[in-house]
């Protein structure tokens, strides 16, 4: 099968915009939005959000924006950036995201790119980047911190006559407005500014509702927010959020998400595959005895065993009570005890993991999608998952697989181009509407939609075999110990891999084995880890050609950083950048082995 086509869509008004739902909501007293604010938990219901989004927006308008404004939002996710997002939006200017991690040089490229008067920041220090690149940006006039306030300042700042023109902006919003302008991680060149409407992210989330409605129903459903809103993926969750008023909470940081997670007992949760393959493998963290591993073992393998056997017998059902009693039962409580879903975007899930999960009772449904797609162009049923896969388009949206295995995609979620860059938006999309996502893939029987790679990715041996690097980095990187690997070869003899390690899982292994030093800085020296990545690129090389198996490879002493541009703020490697920065490791693989050969 080459093409698959969604159902028919459901119809959305043309005249809607992003912050109709809020206002649908303005008199509901339901809790909104849930966060810490320093001392305590608090909330604030969907009238007080409506109210405070109101004034903000009018206060926004009294400092000068104008309709089609860019306002840049630089900061981790909080109740702030909730806020001001669907007020810049009801004043009718444009949202542009930048990452808390991103460099001075691509704060300087996104704010050049879109050239905003205002940027409103987390924190004092995210501040001090932005005004670092001030001479780069062009009319940059006026940057506010959070954390100082100055949010509270802007809204104070609202009066009579900038309401009043806020009112006029409301009434005269239509869907194709131009909503945010939303750059893309910038894997392979320089980061696009991606043109999103309000009608692309409405039309999106109404849709994705359609295939993951369960994860918004109940009593009281709810989500912990942890990705980046910068990240389209949890924009669009915020924004369903809103239309189905679903409560919000907002993680703090990585130390501090278990009691958030408590605090907030979300019903799903929203993450990129490393969250929940940090929820499994804390599975195995509690296993600290020789009985302990062989129950969780015990355990794993029956998640496996209930994933293939729709009908288990006796013995498969005793141990998945004794399983429940001692495993999937503390996962349940450990992540507050409410959550049913577990959402995830952004890359491959291991099936191993999906597996666990869903036998701890949390349905994993994964999608496919792009900051080009508006986020979601596939997402599995949750009903009925199909492991491997990324599910089936969503309503209205269609995917074929070219001659060169490309995914390429076209429907109403799709931008309209890249700002200002119209021999890339040229290169984007054909004459007939369809988008060229850049990613390898092919489509099961059933529509079923498997990545299996990308095309700017491919890489092609001395001996001329072309080999995609993601399938056997997907392998490794769902072995607790790995935490990230890259595959490379690309004009070399042979395929090698560089492999970073999880320090948490490092340490746990030499502890638990008394086999030397647990210091991090020492970690990728220690001999039990290398025989257990040794033992882990052994076995994923079992599933590919001998052309395509890695013959060397080397543990580097530390992991891949976001702030060393390795990798993009949703933890994707930047391959060009990492084989720069690991020159030297990647001369000494193929220098030994030469001198081996020879």
């Given at each position: ?20 739902a ?7 007293p ?24 109101r ?57 050049g ?88 992210l ?21 989500t912990?927010?942890i990705?980046?809103?910068?990240h ?127 036998a701890?009772?949390?349905?994993v ?8 797609t ?108 790995i ?95 990492i ?20």
């Open positions: 099968m080459d093409h698959v086509a969604g159902p028919e869509p459901v119809t959305v008004d043309a005249n809607e915009h992003l912050t109709s809020l206002w649908r909501r303005a008199d509901d339901a809790q909104a939005l849930r966060f810490h604010d320093g001392d305590a938990w608090v909330s604030l219901s969907w009238r007080e959000l409506a109210a405070r989004v004034e903000v927006a009018a206060g926004l308008i009294a400092l000068g924006v104008e309709p089609g404004e860019p306002v840049a939002i630089m900061s981790p996710t909080r109740p702030e950036w909730t806020i001001a997002d669907l007020a810049i939006l009801a004043a009718a200017g444009v949202t542009v995201p930048l990452y808390e991690t991103d460099s001075p040089e691509r704060c300087a490229w996104v704010l790119n879109t050239r905003p008067r205002t940027v409103l920041t987390g924190s004092r220090e995210l501040a001090a980047r932005v005004d670092s690149v001030r001479d780069e940006v062009e009319g940059l006039d006026r940057i506010l911190v959070f954390d100082d306030g100055d949010l509270d300042e802007v809204a104070a700042g609202a009066d009579d006559a900038s309401r009043a023109e806020l009112d006029e902006r409301l009434a005269a919003l239509r869907g194709d407005a131009i909503a945010s302008i939303v750059h893309t991680s910038g894997t392979t060149g320089a980061p696009k500014g991606c043109v999103l409407t309000h009608h692309n409405v039309w999106t989330l109404r849709q994705s509702l359609t295939r993951i409605e369960a994860a918004f129903e109940g009593e009281r459903p709810s912990l927010l990705l980046p809103l910068a389209v993926f949890a924009r669009i969750i915020q924004f369903a959020c809103v239309e189905t008023g679903a409560l919000m909470g907002y993680a703090r940081s990585r130390d501090e998400l278990p009691e958030d997670l408590q605090a907030v007992r979300p019903r799903f949760l929203l993450g990129v595959p490393r969250l929940f393959e940090k929820i499994a493998e804390g599975v195995r963290e509690q296993a600290t005895t020789p009985i302990a591993r062989r129950v969780v073992d015990m355990a794993e393998e029956t998640a496996a065993t209930l994933a293939h056997d729709a009908s288990p017998g006796l013995v498969t059902r005793a141990k998945a009570n004794i399983a429940d009693r001692l495993v999937y039962r503390r996962v349940r409580a450990s992540l507050g005890g409410e959550a049913r879903y577990a959402l995830s975007g952004g890359g491959p899930l291991s099936d191993d993991v999906v597996h666990l999960l869903a701890t009772g949390l349905t449904v994964q999608g496919y999608g792009l900051t080009e508006s986020a979601p162009a596939a997402i599995d049923r949750p009903e009925s998952p199909r492991v491997g896969t990324v599910g089936l388009p969503i309503p209205g949206v269609e995917i074929r697989i070219d001659g060169q295995s490309e995914v390429l995609i076209r429907g109403p979620n799709v931008v309209a181009g890249y700002h200002e860059d119209d021999e890339a938006t040229a290169e984007l999309l054909d004459a007939d509407g369809w988008l060229r996502t850049g990613d390898l893939g092919e489509l099961d029987e059933d529509g079923y939609l498997r990545i299996t790679g990308r095309t700017k990715e491919l890489i092609v041996t001395a001996g001329g075999k072309n080999v995609a690097p993601a399938p056997m980095e997907e392998t490794l990187r769902a072995h607790s110990l935490a990230d690997a890259v595959v490379i070869g690309d004009g070399r003899p042979f395929i090698a891999g560089l492999i970073t390690l999880d320090e948490d899982a490092a340490e746990r292994v030499v502890r638990q084995r008394g086999s030397g030093d647990p210091d991090p800085d020492m970690l990728h020296h220690n001999e039990a880890i290398g025989t257990e990545v040794a033992r882990a690129v052994a076995e994923a090389n079992e599933q590919v050609s001998r052309a395509e198996a890695i013959r060397e490879f080397r543990i580097l002493e530390r992991p891949f950083l976001v702030e060393e541009d390795e990798l993009t703020p949703t933890r994707k490697p930047r391959r060009d950048t084989l720069a920065h690991f020159a030297e490791v990647v001369d000494d693989i193929y220098g030994d082995r030469t001198e081996r050969e020879a």
